[in-house]
């Protein structure tokens, strides 16, 4: 029975995923994802062929016919990942709350990483329905309610202190406002252990991107983009993690 709804699950993560593609490719377009796809650098109509996932992008070569511009890497990784992430997230917690959760919650994560990356938004409206859907399911997942308030008065906390004390300093905003709707989306969902946990890590993936690359202090880190891998990570392995940390301290 298994082996079925893992069938189901890739088949509707190729087709989440490729709506995924479509509404970060439309976004600078401000087009629909029923729109047809037009290249963001020459805005032809893209070839028909690119109406089928993965496969349109490889028989195409990952160009636009016409001006021969690349199309952006996503448009290949998105439709293999979303139906990966759905099926590492049904064999770690089988069908619960929390699978149902965390599935919504990595498609959010998805856009929102890609969307940062490329558009530099997190928008609201994903942000929003996603901290109510959260807020609600906290009655119902083996998280809790008050795990979920406890995870986004750390989270979002910690965000504003951030922002606040580097405003003070630098008299610039580093942390926009959507990285504090996304950590409150990510504190009510994850709860206390795992928020910090994500914090940490992408804190750490942050700092070392910012030391080994080029980019300097005029140039907007994609920080969403990170809190969203970080999220990943602590959702498959974070709590396992920290168990192990602890283990080697014998605290636990
Ligand atoms: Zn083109």
Request: aromatic fraction near 16%.
């Amino acid at each position: 029975m298994w082996i079925i709804w893992i069938f189901i699950l890739a088949f509707a993560g190729l087709i989440i995923g490729w709506f995924c593609t479509k509404i970060i490719w439309q976004y600078p377009q401000k087009r629909n994802i029923f729109h047809a796809l037009k290249c963001n650098s020459c805005l032809n109509s893209l070839k028909s062929v690119y109406q089928i996932p993965i496969i349109g992008f490889l028989l195409a070569k990952g160009k636009c016919s016409n001006c021969k511009s690349n199309i952006p890497l996503y448009m290949l990784i998105i439709p293999i990942i979303t139906p990966l992430l759905l099926i590492l997230l049904f064999l770690k917690f089988h069908f619960s709350v929390l699978f149902f959760q965390f599935s919504v919650l990595s498609i959010a994560g998805i856009l929102i990483f890609y969307l940062d990356i490329y558009h530099r938004i997190i928008p609201d409206i994903i942000t929003y329905p996603m901290i109510i859907i959260a807020l609600v399911l906290s009655f119902f997942n083996n998280l809790g309610f008050w795990n979920a308030m406890i995870g986004l008065a750390f989270g979002a906390g910690i965000f504003i202190l951030i922002a606040f004390i580097f405003r003070l300093i630098t008299k610039r905003d580093g942390l926009g406002g959507g990285d504090i709707k996304l950590i409150a989306m990510i504190g009510l969902s994850l709860g206390f252990q795992l928020t910090f946990f994500t914090i940490f890590l992408s804190s750490v993936m942050g700092v070392i991107l910012y030391a080994f690359s080029k980019i300097r202090h005029n140039v907007l880190i994609p920080f969403g983009s990170f809190i969203v891998l970080a999220m990943f990570v602590g959702i498959m392995t974070g709590n396992e993690l920290i168990k192990l940390y602890l283990g080697i301290w014998g605290i636990q």
